[in-house]
């Protein structure tokens, strides 16, 4: 139950008949890989691919405030729902999962930039220091948690488990991720991406703290990073899309 509760969200999920009208402008396509059904949403243009990942109790409708910014490079612009959201199969959302649906969209496409907010920053630095894919030469990572030792500590205390349900929710986790929790942390995989990257996180967010923003900067070698005060968790605002674009677009 503890596990259910950690990896099945309660909201983000979309129905066909009822999507979004930014949605409804694309060219929609399921990619089916094995028992997974990945739904993507494909704005086209050029050959340049951006590749958008959402987050946790999301779905690819909350790229609509950035998506005019991305629109004006004349890139082909491709959003998937990860596992458990938006029109994608599935149940759980883990970042092994969710980075597995990224790999099956990039060896498709293979785009040259990819964005991710919040978890889906998370997966995408997971998936690109798991898979070192040579297509991917710039990321931009919005709102991300870096620890999934934070993620799970504060998840027993919300709940107030007791120390034997943690300690077998631990070794759950330890054994399905592999390593041990305090080795799966985005700071680590950061600092085996050689793609050039972009984070940004707000001081004042309060659903991922600022400070994991600054861990997963601290290791990336070619790396920038923007501080920003009072757009939240969202990070929705026409002056820091102008700056992303810039740093996807602009040559030195």
């Not at 790999?103 to 991710?116: A, H, L, R």
């Not at 948690?145 to 919300?158: A, R, V």
């Not at 054994?175 to 080795?183: H, P, W």
């Amino acid at each position: 139950m503890a596990h259910s509760l950690f990896s099945e969200p309660r909201k983000g999920k979309l129905k066909k008949d009822k999507l979004p009208k930014i949605l409804r402008e694309t060219y929609s396509e399921k990619i089916q890989n094995n028992e997974d059904t990945i739904q993507t949403y494909i704005w086209k243009g050029n050959e340049t691919i951006i590749l958008l990942i959402h987050g946790w109790e999301s779905n690819s409708s909350r790229w609509k405030k950035m998506l005019p910014y991305l629109k004006n490079s004349g890139s082909t612009i491709i959003a998937i729902d990860g596992p458990a959201q938006g029109l994608s199969s599935g149940k759980e959302f883990t970042i092994l999962k969710y980075a597995e649906f990224i790999d099956v969209v990039v060896k498709k496409y293979q785009p040259s930039y990819i964005i991710g907010h919040s978890m889906g920053g998370n997966a995408s630095l997971y998936y690109q220091y798991k898979y070192q894919n040579p297509s991917v030469e710039k990321m931009v990572i919005l709102g991300s948690p870096s620890d999934f030792k934070i993620l799970f500590s504060n998840f027993i205390q919300l709940l107030s488990l007791n120390s034997k349900i943690e300690k077998a929710l631990e070794d759950h986790y330890t054994s399905l991720l592999n390593q041990s929790l305090d080795q799966f942390s985005a700071k680590l995989f950061a600092s085996k991406i050689k793609a050039k990257g972009l984070v940004i996180h707000d001081v004042e967010d309060t659903t991922v703290l600022f400070e994991e923003g600054k861990k997963i900067v601290s290791l990336w070698k070619d790396v920038q990073f923007i501080e920003t005060l009072g757009l939240g968790h969202s990070l929705h605002d026409d002056d820091l899309y102008k700056r992303v674009s810039r740093f996807l677009f602009e040559t030195e």
